[in-house]
Every structure is written in structure tokens, then in C-alpha cells.
């Protein structure tokens, strides 16, 4: 199809030939061998140029979008290897959705349209481990200690730990 698109582009079967870097006669061999597997013409072809029959254009058509849509499809293949077309599914303790999410899951999605981002909310540190390990998780942000084998776990930030009292509790210091 490629070569069949070629020699239709450039109107002439040398020109394809240069054009796909291989010599004329075996680029007209392999047109011939597609009209036979076909069983129908799809150039005339005279000696200085080519034109196509009719069912030669209805081919040549057709091969186009093949060939766009394979091309694609290698694209969106190579998309998906490096992270940037398919599904995330992230999971978050409570503490996580005031500050954090909101500005990392709008940082994510504008490096990242082609990505169906699912979010999954107040999920404690034992159910986002459960999660991850049977693979309906991928990414977790979570509280530690994580004590599993099959998990990595990179500390993101630190996070002031702080105690509410009444201020007629026996700890509570008044400050002014």
C-alpha cells in the first residue's frame, strides 16, 4: 500500500522509487503483484506517466486512511510506552484533597489529556496498598510506614502533625 500511495503521489514510478529509495523495476514489480493479488487494474500507465482507474482510486483512498490510521496507531502505541495515552487510577488519603490533589491532578492533566485519570478519595493506607497490589490502583498517596514488598514508596513531603484541645484541658497552654 505504501508503495502503491507513492508511485499514485508522485505520478511516476521513477520518481517513487527515489522517493522510497529502491531501484524503479522492482517498485513496478511489486505494483503488478498487487493488481494480480487484487485481480483488477489500477493504473493505466504510459511512458512517461501514470493515471488511475477507478478502481485504483477507490484503492488509493482506502490505502490513505490505512496508512493514516496505522501511523497512528504506532504514534498512540509509543504514547502509551511513555505514559502520556491510557488510564491512571490514583488513590488518596483525606489530608491529600485540600492542598495537594487539586493542584497536582491540574499539573497532570494539562502534561497529560490523552490520560483517563481516575480518582479514588479517603482511602486509608491499608486499602490503597490492597489496591496497588491487586492492580485495580496505580499510583497511591499515602501515609506511612509501608511495610510491603512489591510496593515503592518515595516520601512526596513532610506533614505538621497537630493536636486540638479545649482550652480548659489539663495540656492546653494559652498563648497570647
Known amino acids: 500500500m505504501r508503495y502503491f500511495s507513492a508511485v499514485v503521489e508522485e505520478g511516476n514510478f521513477t520518481r517513487a522509487a527515489e522517493r522510497l529509495s529502491m531501484a524503479q523495476s522492482p517498485l513496478s514489480q511489486q505494483i503488478r503483484a498487487l493488481e494480480r493479488e ?3 487494474q489500477l493504473l493505466e500507465r ?3 506517466s501514470i493515471t488511475l482507474t477507478a478502481a485504483g482510486r477507490v484503492f488509493y483512498d482506502r490505502c490513505v ?3 493514516d490510521d496505522a501511523e497512528d496507531a504506532m504514534e498512540s502505541a509509543r504514547k502509551a510506552d511513555r505514559g502520556e495515552m491510557g488510564a491512571l487510577s490514583l488513590g ?3 489530608s491529600a484533597t485540600y492542598d495537594l490533589m487539586p493542584n497536582l491532578v491540574r499539573a497532570y492533566r494539562e502534561r497529560n489529556p490523552l490520560v483517563e485519570l481516575t480518582l479514588r478519595s479517603e482511602m486509608l493506607t491499608p486499602a490503597q496498598v490492597d489496591a496497588l497490589l491487586d492492580g485495580t490502583l496505580s499510583v497511591g498517596l499515602l501515609r506511612p510506614p509501608v511495610k510491603s514488598p ?3 514508596v518515595e516520601l512526596l ?3 505538621p502533625l497537630l493536636v486540638a484541645l479545649p482550652v480548659q484541658h489539663p495540656r492546653a497552654i494559652a498563648t497570647a
Open 46 to 48: 504510459t511512458t512517461r
Open 65 to 67: 486512511a490505512l496508512l
Open 92 to 94: 488518596f488519603t483525606g
Open 150 to 152: 512489591g510496593i515503592i
Open 157 to 159: 513531603r513532610h506533614e
Open 38 to 40: 487484487l485481480g483488477v
